[in-house]
C-alpha cells in the first residue's frame, strides 16, 4: 500500500485492521495484565504498564508521522518530559529556550535542578545567544517552536547544527505545530515531545504525552524508564489519541486557516498594541517559519497594553472558552500570567500582564471575530 502522504499515514500506519476479529478500529485493549505461555515466558508483554496493544499502535502511528525510528506514549506531557530528563545525569547541563511553557521551566528549576542539572535560559532565537549559553556539561538544548505564549520561532537547522558541534543533544516541544505542520527530526533534531492533549488529541477530552526519537539505543533507554518509572497512559486515552490522529492534518489546515483570520483581525483593531502570530510578515521569525512548517498554526497570542482590559476581554467572550490548555476543536482564551504560566512569575520568563493566548478552534472564522470584536468592544 502507497503510504507517502501524511494524511494516509495518519489512518493506516500501525491500525491494520484487528487480526483476531477484523475490527476496523483498534480496539481498546483494556487489560491490565497478559496470560503467559509458562513461567516468566510472555507471549509479548507480562504487564499493562510494559506494554498494551492500543498504546502501541499510537506509538507506531506518532513515530511514522514524525518520521522517527520510534516512539513512546505517557500520562501526560508533563510525565514525558520527566522521562526524557531522567536519561541525564547530575552535574549535566541544560540549554532552555527563554519562552517555554511554564511547566516545563518548573519541572526544570523546581525538580531537576535540586537533583542536580543546571540549567540556563536564553534566547534561541539569538544563535549567537545560544551559542554563547553552551558549556562542556551542556547535554541538552531545549526548544519549543512556536513557543509557549510568545510565539517566537526557533531555527531548528541552525540550533541542532550549533549543539550537535557542542556535544549536545536537541529536544524540539512540536506542541503547537503538531507533525502535520513541522517535522523536527527531519530537521536535525534528536528527540521530539509532545503534550498529547492538544492538537494531537484534537478534543479536550485526553491527558497524554510522547517522545519520538530517530537513535535506538536512546530508545530504548526511554522504554526502559517508562516501564520502570511508570508513567503510561491507559487504554482508553491511547484509543482517543490514536482517534485524534487520524483527522489531526485536516484539522490543522481549518486551525491555520481560522488564525489567520483572527490575526489579521487583531492587527487592524485600534485596542490592540501587539500581535504575536508567526504567519504575520511582521512576525520577526516569519521566514524561518515559512521555511521549516507547511503552516503558522493555530496559535494568536496579542497585548492590550492594559492588563485589566486583557482580563475584562478574556471574561467577555461567548464562543472563546476561558480555560487553560490548547488545540482543541473549541476556540479558548486565557491570560498566561496567571493561569498557565504562574510558575514563571518572578523570573526572567515572566510574560505580560496584559498578554492574551487565544487557541483558535474550528468554528466559522466569521464568528470567531464578531465575538472578539463585541469583547474588546
Given at each position: 500500500m502507497?503510504?507517502?502522504?501524511?494524511?494516509?499515514?495518519?489512518?493506516h500506519?500501525?491500525?491494520?485492521?484487528?487480526?483476531?476479529?477484523?475490527?476496523?478500529?483498534?480496539?481498546?485493549?483494556?487489560?491490565?495484565?497478559y496470560?503467559?505461555?509458562?513461567v516468566?515466558?510472555?507471549?509479548?508483554?507480562?504487564?499493562?504498564?510494559?506494554?498494551?496493544?492500543?498504546?502501541e499502535a499510537?506509538?507506531?502511528?506518532?513515530?511514522?508521522?514524525?518520521?522517527g525510528?520510534?516512539?513512546?506514549?505517557?500520562a501526560?506531557?508533563?510525565?514525558?518530559?520527566?522521562?526524557?530528563?531522567?536519561?541525564?545525569?547530575?552535574?549535566?547541563h541544560v540549554v532552555?529556550a527563554?519562552?517555554?511553557?511554564?511547566g516545563?521551566?518548573?519541572?526544570?528549576t523546581?525538580?531537576?535542578?535540586?537533583?542536580?542539572l543546571?540549567?540556563?535560559?536564553?534566547?534561541?532565537?539569538?544563535?549567537d545567544?545560544?551559542?554563547?549559553?553552551?558549556?562542556d556539561e551542556?547535554?541538552?538544548v531545549?526548544?519549543?517552536?512556536?513557543?509557549?505564549?510568545?510565539?517566537?520561532?526557533?531555527?531548528?537547522?541552525?540550533?541542532?547544527?550549533?549543539?550537535?558541534?557542542?556535544g549536545?543533544?536537541?529536544?524540539?516541544?512540536?506542541?503547537?505545530?503538531?507533525?502535520?505542520?513541522?517535522?523536527?527530526?527531519?530537521?536535525g533534531a534528536d528527540?521530539v515531545?509532545?503534550s498529547v492533549t492538544?492538537?494531537?488529541?484534537?478534543?479536550?477530552?485526553?491527558?497524554?504525552?510522547?517522545?519520538v526519537?530517530?537513535?535506538l539505543?536512546l530508545?530504548?533507554?526511554?522504554g526502559?524508564?517508562?516501564n520502570?518509572?511508570?508513567a503510561v497512559?491507559?487504554?482508553?486515552?491511547?484509543?482517543?489519541?490514536?482517534?485524534?490522529?487520524k483527522?489531526?492534518?485536516?484539522?490543522?489546515e481549518?486551525?491555520?486557516?481560522?488564525?489567520?483570520?483572527?490575526?489579521?483581525?487583531?492587527?487592524?483593531?485600534?485596542?490592540?498594541?501587539?500581535?504575536?502570530?508567526?504567519?504575520?510578515?511582521?512576525h520577526?521569525?516569519?521566514?524561518?517559519?515559512?521555511?521549516?512548517?507547511?503552516?503558522?498554526?493555530?496559535m494568536?497570542?496579542?497585548t492590550t497594553?492594559?492588563?485589566?482590559?486583557?482580563?475584562?476581554?478574556?471574561r467577555?467572550?461567548?464562543?472563546?472558552?476561558?480555560a487553560?490548555?490548547?488545540?482543541?476543536?473549541?476556540?479558548?482564551i486565557?491570560?498566561?500570567?496567571?493561569?498557565?504560566h504562574a510558575?514563571?512569575?518572578?523570573s526572567p520568563?515572566?510574560?505580560?500582564?496584559?498578554?492574551?493566548?487565544?487557541?483558535?478552534g474550528?468554528?466559522?472564522?466569521?464568528?470567531?471575530?464578531a465575538?472578539?470584536a463585541?469583547?474588546?468592544?
Amino acid at each position: 500500500m502507497t503510504r507517502d502522504h501524511i494524511e494516509t499515514r495518519a489512518i493506516h500506519d500501525g491500525q491494520d485492521p484487528d487480526a483476531a476479529y477484523g475490527a476496523v478500529s483498534v480496539p481498546i485493549y483494556q487489560t491490565s495484565t497478559y496470560a503467559q505461555d509458562d513461567v516468566a515466558d510472555p507471549k509479548v508483554w507480562d504487564y499493562g504498564r510494559g506494554g498494551n496493544p492500543t498504546r502501541e499502535a499510537f506509538q507506531r502511528a506518532l513515530a511514522s508521522l514524525e518520521g522517527g525510528a520510534g516512539a513512546f506514549a505517557f500520562a501526560s506531557g508533563m510525565g514525558a518530559e520527566s522521562t526524557l530528563l531522567l536519561t541525564l545525569r547530575p552535574g549535566d547541563h541544560v540549554v532552555l529556550a527563554d519562552d517555554v511553557y511554564g511547566g516545563t521551566y518548573r519541572l526544570l528549576t523546581k525538580v531537576f535542578a535540586p537533583w542536580g542539572l543546571s540549567i540556563t535560559t536564553c534566547d534561541l532565537a539569538d544563535l549567537d545567544s545560544m551559542a554563547g549559553a553552551l558549556r562542556d556539561e551542556t547535554r541538552l538544548v531545549w526548544v519549543e517552536t512556536p513557543s509557549n505564549p510568545l510565539l517566537k520561532i526557533v531555527d531548528i537547522e541552525a540550533v541542532t547544527a550549533i549543539a550537535h558541534a557542542a556535544g549536545a543533544q536537541v529536544v524540539v516541544d512540536n506542541t503547537f505545530a503538531s507533525p502535520a505542520l513541522q517535522r523536527p527530526l527531519a530537521l536535525g533534531a534528536d528527540v521530539v515531545v509532545h503534550s498529547v492533549t492538544k492538537y494531537i488529541g484534537g478534543h479536550s477530552d485526553l491527558i497524554g504525552g510522547a517522545i519520538v526519537a530517530s537513535d535506538l539505543e536512546l530508545l530504548e533507554r526511554i522504554g526502559f524508564l517508562l516501564n520502570a518509572v511508570g508513567a503510561v497512559p491507559g487504554p482508553m486515552d491511547a484509543f482517543l489519541a490514536l482517534r485524534g490522529l487520524k483527522t489531526l492534518p485536516l484539522r490543522m489546515e481549518r486551525h491555520c486557516a481560522n488564525a489567520a483570520a483572527i490575526s489579521a483581525f487583531l492587527e487592524g483593531n485600534e485596542k490592540v498594541n501587539q500581535v504575536y502570530y508567526p504567519g504575520s510578515r511582521d512576525h520577526p521569525g516569519h521566514d524561518v517559519a515559512a521555511r521549516q512548517m507547511s503552516g503558522f498554526g493555530g496559535m494568536v497570542s496579542f497585548t492590550t497594553g492594559d492588563a485589566e482590559l486583557s482580563r475584562r476581554v478574556a471574561r467577555s467572550t461567548r464562543l472563546f472558552v476561558l480555560a487553560e490548555s490548547l488545540g482543541g476543536v473549541e476556540s479558548l482564551i486565557e491570560l498566561p500570567g496567571p493561569m498557565t504560566h504562574a510558575s514563571v512569575a518572578g523570573s526572567p520568563l515572566e510574560v505580560p500582564p496584559d498578554l492574551v493566548r487565544l487557541s483558535v478552534g474550528l468554528e466559522h472564522p466569521d464568528d470567531l471575530v464578531a465575538d472578539l470584536a463585541r469583547a474588546l468592544g
